[in-house]
Nanobody
Framework: QVQLAESGGGLVQAGGSLRLSCTAS????????IIWHRQAPGERREWVAS???????NYAASVKGRFTLSRDTAKNTVYLQMNSLKPEDTASYYC?????WGQGTQVTVSS
């Protein structure tokens, strides 16, 4: 079964950008949909964005216009480009297939 691993998190000032990566152990072209979730301390996990095997993307209202998904099939990687970051974007970010999730990467946005 495919394994997923996130990377690219870090500390950034409000208004800054980060690019998260979600790298699969196998071909991402075999995965129907790759999903990004996030969870802030004391909060429920929430859906952020998703990209289908066909390349269709969807975004939560809270990130639409600021976050962009892309993929590199040669690298088996999906990217989440996050621009105009806000303190409320601070969370652990996870990528997954719905049944399989990575360990997460921490994003901290300072005000």
């Amino acid at each position: 079964q495919v394994q997923l691993a996130e990377s690219g998190g870090g500390l950034v000032q409000a208004g800054g950008s980060l690019r998260l990566s979600c790298t699969a152990s196998g071909s991402i072209e075999t995965i129907n949909v790759i999903i990004w979730h996030r969870q802030a301390p004391g909060e429920r996990r929430e859906w952020v964005a998703s990209i289908t095997r066909a390349g269709a993307t969807n975004y939560a209202a809270s990130v639409k216009g600021r976050f962009t998904l892309s993929r590199d099939t040669a690298k088996n990687t999906v990217y989440l480009q996050m621009n105009s970051l806000k303190p409320e974007d601070t969370a652990s970010y996870y990528c997954g297939t719905g049944s399989k999730w990575g360990q997460g990467t921490q994003v901290t946005v300072s005000s």
